[in-house]
């Protein structure tokens, strides 16, 4: 069974930062690319940022220049930092998981960690 936990969210005034990180675990074989969703209240989950397994990256156009996204390929862990945040950048953020693990190929996703910016 594989399973992604998120830590590090929580409350920050605007123009302050916060780092997100969510580790896969179980059997794993390995990790395609790993990615940040979010969903703010009333609105469709959103993609943040995503990483390869090669270091690519893709960003939202609304956190370019302010969030970067990171991996660590022998923890399985990815990473979100996130500086210079807004009331905007308010949601639950997802982490997600394009991986090969012992029973095939899935997609998974975290519980979700709540991250409030306020003014």
């Known amino acids: 069974q594989v399973q992604l936990v998120e830590s590090g969210g929580g409350l920050v005034q605007a123009g302050g930062s916060l780092r997100l990180s969510c580790a896969a675990s179980?059997?794993?074989?390995?990790?395609?690319?790993m990615g940040w969703y979010r969903q703010a209240p009333g609105k469709q989950r959103e993609l943040a940022a995503v990483?390869?397994?090669?270091?690519?990256?893709n960003y939202a156009d609304s956190v370019k220049g302010r969030f970067t996204i990171s991996r660590d390929n022998a923890k399985n862990t990815v990473y979100l930092k996130m500086n210079s945040l807004k009331p905007e950048d308010t949601a639950v953020y997802y982490c997600?998981?394009?991986?090969?693990?012992?029973?095939?190929?899935?997609?998974?996703w975290g519980q979700g960690t709540q991250v409030t910016v306020s003014s």
């Open positions: 997600n998981a394009d991986l090969a693990y012992s029973g095939g190929y899935s997609v998974y």
């Open positions: 990483i390869t397994s090669y270091g690519s990256t």
């Open positions: 179980g059997s794993i074989f390995s990790i395609a690319a």
